[in-house]
């Protein structure tokens, strides 16, 4: 499938859904953008006619030039994970399974502490989560946590590879962010620099609250 049809189906459902819901390109973005970007994307599979549905979040202050969905999970619907896009009750069933598992999810992490807290569950499942260690040291750092964030940030270096270009580029943020932690003022002065980044990079400019 291509992203002009995810639009199609999208724009479709939008009035089943919650109210909250903007459409942004081919993401279903829920409520206001500052600091945490939460969405729907639908994403195409192997499968000419078949999708998968994402929940996820996105945390801006953390530097990427693209769409993240680490931070998330696939919807299911009668045990599976693709969708049939030919389907006559598609958009029906796309509305309640977003309404009833997509939504509590992305309810949880609307706030900074409901992030904390879905970070530091993930990282009790997957110690060496990469991902989820560099979200928690940022946004440690973003609540002026300097022992915290200083933690999370030295396990997340020791999981990188330098003589990979983006490992390497992702490990030198890290340290820029870990020398700053001493100055709460500079740390967040330089994760609000990213995540004005990570707006522009991703077409948020409109949506963003600050």
């Not at 260690?133 to 440690?140: D, V």
């Not at 750092?141 to 030295?154: H, K, W």
């Amino acid at each position: 499938m291509k992203k002009k049809e995810f639009i199609v189906i999208e724009k479709k459902l939008l009035p089943e859904l919650p109210a909250g819901f903007t459409l942004k390109g081919d993401m279903m973005v829920f409520g206001s953008v500052e600091h945490i970007l939460r969405a729907v994307l639908l994403e195409r599979s192997i499968d000419p006619r078949s999708f998968y549905v994402h929940v996820f979040f996105q945390l801006l202050y953390v530097p990427f030039k693209f769409v993240n969905l680490t931070l998330g999970n696939r919807l299911r619907h009668s045990g599976r994970e693709s969708w049939n896009a030919d389907d006559p009750a598609l958009l029906g069933e796309l509305a309640a399974v977003i309404t009833k598992q997509g939504m509590p999810f992305l309810n949880s992490v609307g706030t900074i502490e409901g992030v904390l807290d879905y970070l530091n569950n993930k990282i009790k499942e997957v110690p060496q989560s990469e991902q989820g260690l560099k979200a928690l040291g940022y946004t440690l750092a973003l609540v002026s946590n300097a022992s915290a964030a200083r933690d999370a940030l030295d396990r997340n270096l020791k999981l990188y590879d330098i003589s990979i270009g983006w490992q390497q580029e992702a490990a030198t943020e890290a340290q820029l962010l870990k020398k700053l932690l001493d100055n709460p003022v500079e740390a967040r002065n330089q994760l609000m620099q990213w995540e004005a980044e990570t707006v522009r990079n991703l077409g948020l400019e409109d949506l963003w609250q600050m």
